[in-house]
């Protein structure tokens, strides 16, 4: 057999398809031009690709992918690199005006001079702006660490169970009762429910929105509620929500100070600047002017277990972050809007103490109810994996009543 029929046997054989480029006499003689045609004339390149047949080893790429693909970047790197790009190009703005305005009744070389001192208080703006990012994100982290776990009953410390796991929305109303109720929530609930069937209930998320039209802005918001109905839960699982990037993302900061901490510093001396060092020690690079221009929030959880003294007629005035006093002096000014007066305000206490805090004051005022009874089941589900287990707790609840 000659070579030539034995070549051709093993092509007749073969069925892997090649990536070799298969081309036509045609082509050989005129090779075919695969530039790039004007916009509305892609006839000549859909007619070869009908004609062609063979597999192709070329890349079949989509064109999401050939103009830069898919952005794998997370929110918070995205907005740190339009801030960052947003200065790049103030900069670069600032410099070309800087070049072409030239006072030509000053010296070329204080003209540079000055130039150059403008430059570098921009490569400073831009710098501290990175740093101030990562300190945020970095106070996030550590929100996030004190926040995602809860303990319930005589749970030790360290060994709580994940909020988001068996946090249920709690009832949490506009207005305050008529009556204080001392006694627990479950049995104010099925009393105050029956009362207020119209109540228009508000999530924790939601306290500082505006409802209606009429209504003005909400910076002061006190929360009532009788002891263990939920109060802190429902302030750990706001800050919670705020620290991994879920709501409230217009706020800059998310600062809760619980009043039983407070009252360790009861006699010393702070200003409101070295008052979040102390509390919140990743705030440390933190300047006083950031403080004035950012959106706060301060939490002040347990206003019932505060040992100080609330002075609202007769203390002194404070406008400065930087200034020295009491923390109760530096507490009365931050509520009457005197320190920080963009800044907002949320407390919480029981009923009993929440006099404490004069009417005027308050922008609005809440009140956590605790569960309804389709709430109470919810949390229990959540709360036991068994089943039978929690079943038999809501039957329990429920012929007890």
């Given at each position: 057999m000659s070579e030539c029929v034995m070549e051709e046997e093993e092509r007749a054989e073969s069925v892997v398809p090649s990536c070799v480029s298969m081309k036509r006499d045609r082509s050989k003689e005129n090779p075919e031009n695969f530039g790039i045609r004007p916009q509305g004339s892609p006839l000549k390149m859909d007619?070869?690709?009908?004609?062609?047949?063979?597999?192709?080893?070329?890349?079949?790429?989509?064109?999401?992918?050939?103009?830069?693909?898919?952005?794998?970047?997370?929110?918070?790197?995205?907005?740190?690199?339009?801030?960052?790009?947003?200065?790049?190009?103030?900069r670069q703005n600032y410099q070309k005006q800087s070049a072409s305005i030239g006072d030509s009744s000053c010296p070329k070389g204080e003209n540079k001079r000055r130039t150059e001192l403008q430059t570098a208080d921009?490569?400073?703006?831009?710098?501290?702006?990175?740093?101030?990012?990562e300190v945020i994100e970095?106070?996030?982290?550590?929100?996030?660490?004190?926040?995602?776990?809860?303990?319930?009953?005589?749970?030790?410390?360290?060994?709580g169970t994940l909020l988001n796991k068996i946090y249920t929305e709690l009832y949490i109303t506009e207005g305050q009762s008529e009556e204080v109720d001392t006694q627990h929530e479950v049995r104010q609930l099925e009393r105050t429910s029956k009362k207020n069937i119209q109540d228009t209930p508000i999530k924790c998320q939601e306290i500082f929105k505006v409802l209606s039209e009429q209504q003005r802005h909400i910076r002061v918001v006190l929360t009532n509620g009788v002891a263990?109905?939920?109060?802190?839960?429902?302030?750990?699982?706001?800050?919670?929500?705020?620290?991994?990037?879920?709501?409230?993302?217009?706020?800059?900061?998310?600062?809760?100070?619980?009043?039983?901490e407070l009252n360790l510093i009861r006699d010393e001396q702070h200003?409101?600047?070295?008052l979040l060092h102390v509390f919140h020690p990743t705030l440390q690079k933190i300047r006083a002017e950031?403080?004035?221009?950012?959106?706060?929030?301060?939490?002040?959880?347990?206003?019932?277990?505060s040992r100080f003294s609330l002075g609202f007629n007769k203390h002194q005035v404070i406008s400065d972050v930087t200034q020295v006093s009491s923390v109760e002096v530096l507490l009365v000014n931050l509520i009457q809007g005197n320190l920080l007066p963009s800044a907002l305000i949320w407390i919480t206490?029981?009923?009993a103490a929440a006099h404490q805090i004069p009417p005027s004051?308050?922008?609005?005022?809440?009140?956590?109810?605790?569960?309804?009874?389709?709430?109470?089941?919810?949390?229990?589900?959540?709360?036991?994996?068994?089943?039978?287990?929690?079943?038999?707790?809501?039957?329990?609840?429920?012929a007890s009543r």
């Open positions: 007619e070869d690709r009908a004609e062609s047949t063979a597999p192709s080893c070329v890349s079949m790429k989509s064109d999401q992918s050939k103009h830069g693909g898919l952005d794998f970047r997370s929110s918070e790197e995205i907005k740190v690199q339009k801030y960052n790009n947003k200065l790049q190009k103030f921009l490569n400073n703006s831009v710098s501290q702006g990175g740093e101030l990012q970095g106070h996030k982290m550590s929100l996030k660490r004190r926040c995602e776990h809860v303990t319930e009953g005589t749970h030790e410390a360290g060994s263990g109905v939920g109060k802190t839960f429902s302030v750990q699982k706001f800050s919670l929500d705020w620290a991994e990037g879920l709501e409230n993302q217009d706020i800059s900061l998310v600062l809760p100070l619980s009043c039983r200003s409101l600047l070295s950031d403080l004035t221009v950012w959106k706060l929030l301060f939490i002040f959880d347990g206003l019932d277990e206490s029981r009923p004051c308050v922008d609005r005022i809440t009140e956590v109810r605790g569960f309804t009874d389709s709430q109470k089941e919810e949390y229990f589900r959540r709360r036991f994996s068994d089943e039978d287990l929690s079943k038999r707790i809501i039957s329990h609840i429920k």
